[in-house]
């Protein structure tokens, strides 16, 4: 049974610039939550997508954009980056939703310059 | 006001003692979660409760629904413990409200 993987690990964009991060969940998981934690700070629950439609968004503008393929795995886009944007990215499979528990990635640090 | 509130917000100890992190929250919740964050980022997840009591190994995590407020007990502390521990609170909608942390050191 894999867990959940996170790609890339780190990153630096420049301000303006647009980035895809991607998060394979984990075996038998069909619902993925992505997060944003800015340093020192818990995370903020982004969106989430099960069976390949978003089913939730928290309070972040529409260049906050993801998507979810037939495999489950997800990719979160940001579009027109901004030096706020910086934080480590986090991305949590479940099955079908709270009931069963999360498994978290390790996370994608973005850093925008 | 967070609505999943944590205390402390740091903790220091020695190696062998016991260790309480709080957790209070003030909206309705289906399941609480308490998770441990090392400095690498990655987050595991050590309980969900619902009610009661749960054991696993030195760590205790307790829930009073009725006082909205959740405890997570680590006994013998040891080094490898220091991390960062956060309580996470799920309600009607499937996303997790997190508090912002307590940072445990343990030193030997």
């Known amino acids: 049974e894999t867990g959940v993987t996170q790609s890339p690990t780190h990153l630096i964009k420049t301000r303006g610039q647009q980035v895809t991060l991607r998060c394979s969940s984990q075996?038998?998981?069909?619902?993925v939550s992505w997060y944003q934690q800015a340093l020192g700070q818990g995370p903020q629950f982004i969106f989430q997508?099960?069976?390949?439609?978003?089913?939730g968004r928290g309070n972040f503008p529409p260049r906050f954009s993801g998507l979810q393929f037939p495999n489950y795995s997800s990719e979160l886009n940001v579009n027109a980056l901004e030096l706020d944007d910086s934080a480590l990215y986090l991305c949590a499979s479940s099955f079908s939703g709270v009931a069963y528990g999360y498994t978290f990635g390790s996370g994608t640090r973005l850093t925008v310059v | 006001k967070n609505e999943v509130e944590q205390s402390p917000q740091n903790l220091t100890a020695q190696e062998g003692e016991f260790i309480t992190i709080n957790c209070s929250y003030s909206?309705?919740?289906?399941?609480l979660h308490w998770l441990q964050q090392h400095p690498g980022g990655g987050i595991v997840s050590l309980f969900m409760?619902?009610?009661g009591k749960k054991k696993h190994g030195r760590l205790i995590a307790t829930i009073n629904i009725q006082e909205k407020h959740s405890s997570l007990h680590i006994t013998a502390s040891h080094p490898r413990d220091s991390a960062v521990y956060i309580c996470a609170v799920s309600g009607g909608t499937d996303k997790l409200i997190f508090g912002t942390g307590t940072r445990l050191q343990v030193f030997p």
């Open positions: 075996s038998g998981h069909n619902t």
């Open positions: 409760l619902s009610s």
């Open positions: 909206v309705g919740i289906s399941a």
């Open positions: 997508y099960y069976r390949e439609e978003e089913n």
